[in-house]
Structures are given as C-alpha cells and as structure tokens.
C-alpha cells in the first residue's frame, strides 16, 4: 500500500497494488460527521451522532470521524466530546488516523 497527495487541499489516496485509487475518509481532524464537502464541524453534525446512536439513523459515511476521543469504537464518550468542543469550549477534535 502506498499513500500519496496529490495536493494539500484534496482527499489523501491510498494505492493498492489492483490499481485501485480509494480516498481515504479521514482528512485532518475528527468531527465532521455527516460527511459534508466542505468539512466543517457543526450541529449538523451533533445530530446525525444523535440520530446514529439512539434513533438508527444512518451510519456515518467514516466511522474514524465519528469516532471523536480515538478508541476505536463510537459511544458516548463520543458524543460528550463533540458537545464539549461544540457548545462549552472543550479540546479540538483528534487528528484523524
């Protein structure tokens, strides 16, 4: 496997020996999601964890996003994280893997 950037501003790719081009989901730091193109961390984002966890909404397209402290798993840790950075201040978002 080879990682490469084709420029800072877009997607990191990951190259398999099949010739494949994948992007990898995970750009920067972690929060965003929804998944959204301009990668902004949000509310919007705050509810689709919420609607993910406890209403069985939609997976979020990158699981290492969700997965706000880095443990490997989505749970509420997550979720007090992400309210913690979104309304009360608390650290930014992990660096993504």
């Known amino acids: 496997i080879y990682t490469l950037s084709l420029h800072d501003a ?3 790719y990951i190259w398999y020996e099949h010739g494949i081009l994948i992007p990898d989901c995970c750009i920067g730091i972690r929060g965003n ?15 689709f964890l919420v609607a993910y966890m406890f ?10 996003e969700a997965d706000m402290n880095g ?10 994280y992400l309210v913690n950075f ?3 201040y608390g650290p930014a ?3 993504c893997p």
């Open 10 to 12: 877009l997607p990191i």
């Open 33 to 47: 999601i929804n998944g959204d193109i301009n990668e902004t961390i949000n509310v919007t984002d705050l509810v």
């Open 86 to 88: 979104a309304f009360d």
């Open 55 to 64: 209403e069985n909404g939609d997976s979020p397209p990158c699981f290492e």
């Open 71 to 80: 443990s490997g798993t989505i749970n509420m840790s997550d979720l007090v």
């Open 93 to 95: 978002p992990l660096l």
